[in-house]
């Protein structure tokens, strides 16, 4: 895999440089930016592979800067917020954000997330499957397994399970979910739906449910499907 590049946008000049060691030990080219203003031009001109973003930037909200940059590009974005609200995280993510980290944070986690991101819904194949540790997703036969053998699902679970194994490494509000997955209605309760659903998911794919491998819960804002390099490191 080429090495990633990586744009940094943060007004403070110590979270860049921090952010910078951390990946360009690793190879990766690392762009910054000290303003949101900036930081969407550096986007549309370099168009990175991901982008780091605060959400406490001097002249734009982190949240307008996702919008615009979700305009025309898929490019994953990792905020850095140190804001704790699960609101302002959801607000995030719906916005377009990826995942979050917050600060104070620590560099192997934010290398771990970043690495997650940029390897997201890896082992898909050129049918359509969707691989990751045991489980393989075939949308196209409308077919899922586990260690080979056919897993038996509800419509309303394979709907689930394709929209998180097709977004992994992503998490995925509570909102988003329920949009994705029931489709039309109006959201209700969409928190108890999902919990209800997950776990019936996780009896049907986990070797453990009650310590899950694939389906993690983001707490007060929704769900991540772990990606194949996070079940290997764990298996």
């Known amino acids: 895999m080429p090495s990633p590049t990586i744009l940094v946008i943060d007004d403070e000049p110590q979270i860049r440089r921090v952010v910078k060691n951390a990946f360009q030990a690793g190879g990766a080219r690392v762009l910054e930016a ?95 499957t969707i691989s990751i540790g045991d489980l393989v997703l075939d949308p196209a036969a409308h077919r899922v397994s586990r260690d080979g053998k056919p897993v038996h699902l509800t419509r309303t679970e394979w709907e689930l399970l394709r929209v998180l194994m097709s ?5 995925l509000t509570h909102q988003q979910l329920f ?18 659903y997950v776990a019936h998911l996780r009896r049907k794919i986990e070797p453990d449910p009650v310590r899950p491998r694939y389906i993690h819960t983001e707490a007060g804002v929704g769900y991540r499907f772990a990606t194949a390099t996070e079940v290997l490191s764990r298996t």
């Open 167 to 171: 977004n992994a490494g992503r998490v």
């Open 179 to 196: 949009r994705e997955v029931w489709s039309g209605r109006s959201f209700g309760d969409a928190q108890q739906y999902l919990r209800v």
């Open 34 to 128: 000290a303003t949101g203003t900036e930081g969407i031009d550096r986007a549309a001109s370099a168009r990175p592979d991901l982008i780091i973003l605060d959400l406490g930037l001097p002249d734009v909200t982190g949240a307008d800067v996702c919008r615009e940059v979700r305009k025309w590009s898929q490019a994953p974005i990792l905020v850095l917020s140190a804001r704790h609200s699960d609101e302002e995280k959801v607000a995030l993510l719906d916005a377009g954000a990826d995942d979050y980290v917050t600060k104070p944070f620590s560099t192997p986690e934010l290398q771990a997330r970043a690495r997650a991101l940029l390897r997201r819904v890896p082992g898909t194949g050129a049918s359509g």
